[in-house]
């Protein structure tokens, strides 16, 4: 496979798992968190990343907007839930390993 069509289906599975992000409302941070060891705001803070990595300038906000597909404290508003006793214990304990 040569390095262009590499880069085409990564951006494409990028804008996939951010399309399933965007309908999954129903999972919080702290799932993909404890789950997988990332969430949203990391896959926006590594957009972000790249792009300063190129020299193209991105605030945190504006890259959180791309993930979130909309301002961030509006989605919070929207559908983040506070986090459970549970979760916040599996966090802690994810976080110490």
Same mark, same amino acid.
């Given at each position: 496979?040569?390095?262009?069509?590499?880069?085409?289906?990564?951006?494409?599975?990028?804008? $996939?798992?951010?399309?399933?992000?965007?309908?999954?409302?129903?999972?919080?941070?702290? !799932?993909?968190?404890?789950?997988?060891?990332?969430?949203?705001?990391?896959?926006?803070?590594?957009?972000?990343?790249?792009?300063?990595?190129? $020299?193209?300038?991105?605030?945190?906000?504006?890259?959180?907007?791309?993930?979130?597909?909309?301002?961030? !404290?509006?989605?919070?508003? $929207?559908?983040?839930?506070?986090?459970?006793?549970?979760?916040?214990?599996?966090? !802690?304990?994810?976080? $110490?390993?």
């Amino acid at each position: 496979m040569d390095q262009q069509t590499q880069t085409e289906l990564e951006a494409a599975a990028f804008r $996939k798992l951010v399309a399933h992000l965007r309908e999954r409302t129903d999972v919080q941070n702290i !799932d993909l968190m404890n789950l997988a060891g990332f969430c949203r705001n990391c896959l926006s803070r590594w957009y972000r990343e790249s792009a300063e990595e190129r $020299k193209i300038p991105l605030s945190d906000p504006d890259a959180r907007k791309i993930v979130y597909g909309m301002p961030y !404290d509006e989605w919070k508003a $929207k559908y983040s839930k506070e986090a459970s006793p549970a979760q916040k214990a599996a966090f !802690d304990t994810a976080q $110490k390993h």
